[in-house]
């Protein structure tokens, strides 16, 4: 079983979280931020990844800290779980529609971070969360766990169906790529041999 467990502590956060990347999507999730908790819900659910996240942060001041560092969290603690990424089907791709929105994300497990964000919202927040906090989640993420990561809406006027379809989009890509290939199960899937953060992987 490919699991994990991180803890990040700083004098911003307080963040633990565990994840299970052969699991069944079973999620326990607390941020303290009720939007952000029901996109972490969707990730684990439509990835199959199991997800335990505790996080407190200074939500006194604004929700960058928390929702930042949950990210970088949550990354590190899939880095970790894919170990040297030997077996795994490496890219995944997804194209997810919510009612008028549909979103593509594509990810390389390839641990050479990248994030292009082709996301734009019509209001500053969602709730009382930033808008813009979710383009910090998504950097964070692919940053830590070591991803090449794309993500664009298509199309889409309500931006909860936007910012929804973008996470479930994640989810089923990723479910993708950290699949094990029963036909190379025992090899990187590259050329190199490795998947480092050298060019050419």
Same mark, same amino acid.
């Given at each position: 079983?490919? *699991? ?6 700083? +004098?911003?956060? *307080? ?13 326990? &999730? ?11 819900? !969707? ?34 603690? &899939? +880095? !970790? ?25 594509? &990810? ?9 964000? +082709? ?5 500053? +927040? ?12 998504? !950097?964070?993420? $692919? !940053? ?31 479910? *993708?790529?950290?699949?094990?290939? $029963? ?19």
């Amino acid at each position: 079983m490919r *699991q994990a467990s991180v803890e990040r502590n700083t +004098k911003e956060t *307080q963040i633990s979280v565990a994840v299970n990347l052969d699991g069944t999507g079973s999620y326990d &999730v607390s941020t303290g931020i009720g939007f952000l908790d029901h996109m972490l819900e !969707q990730l684990s659910r439509h990835s199959l990844i199991d997800l335990t996240v505790r996080a407190k942060g200074d939500l006194h001041i604004d929700f960058h800290h928390t929702t930042e560092d949950t990210g970088i969290a949550i990354g590190e603690a &899939v +880095k !970790q779980a894919l170990g040297d990424r030997k077996g795994i089907t490496r890219y995944g791709a997804a194209e997810i529609p919510l009612d008028e929105a549909l979103t593509r994300a594509i &990810v390389d497990c390839s641990n050479r971070p990248y994030l292009v964000w +082709k996301i734009a919202f019509s209001r500053p +927040k969602l709730g009382e969360m930033d808008t813009e906090l979710f383009r910090e989640w998504f !950097q964070a993420f $692919a !940053q830590a766990a070591g991803l090449t990561l794309h993500v664009e809406n298509l199309y889409g006027e309500n931006n909860h169906h936007i910012i929804e379809s973008a996470y479930k989009a994640l989810a089923r890509a990723l479910r *993708q790529a950290v699949s094990i290939d $029963a036909r190379a199960a025992d090899a990187v899937p590259s050329t190199k041999g490795t998947l480092s953060d050298a060019p050419g992987t």
